[in-house]
């Protein structure tokens, strides 16, 4: 069972990203304040669900959080500031949206920037420890997951559809034969950098 809270007497907001090792399109994180009391039979480390149950929980966390937020750093802007940075300003978007301010962030992960002066708590593999973290990692993984899909659409090729930008032999198969778009990460390293060597 996932734990409800960190500390009883605050507003926590768990927060978590996706799409950090993608070779195309945004990180995208969300921040969740869910009531203490909340429970769910099923709510856990977006990782261990399928994709069916990560959208019924979606709509669970949506329907019975206090509070809940998306925010998106671009492929642009991950190549301007890194990944790492990248993640924490789609982090800090996400905080800064949600109508009620928490008082303590729960972070997924060992590092955070912190943001406004608001206490923080990083909690390693904290999706698998904590409601709130879980609930976040599921919102920011089905809304990236949506959009990728989406954008699939308009740049067919490289398998985005069902890979959603991670490094599949699909998607570099794609980058091998249509080249880049606008939203690959040109920081990131798209192709292995020589060519497999075949014994004769």
Known sequence: MLESFFQEEKIEAGCDEAGRGCLAGPVVAAAVI???????????????????????????????????????????????INILNASYLAMHRAIEQLRITPELLLIDGNRFKPFNEIPHECIIKGD????????????AKTYRDDLMRQLAIDFPGYGWETNVGYPTRAHRDGIKENGSTPHHRMSFQLLPSQLELFPD
């Open 34 to 80: 869910l009531p203490k009391d909340f429970s769910h039979e099923v709510l856990n480390d977006s990782k261990q669900l399928s994709e069916k149950q990560r959208l019924e929980v979606k709509k669970d966390i949506i329907k019975g959080s206090l509070a809940w937020s998306v925010g998106v750093a671009s492929p642009g802007e991950i190549d301007e």
């Open 128 to 139: 698998g420890k904590f409601l709130s973290i879980a609930a976040a990692s599921i919102l």
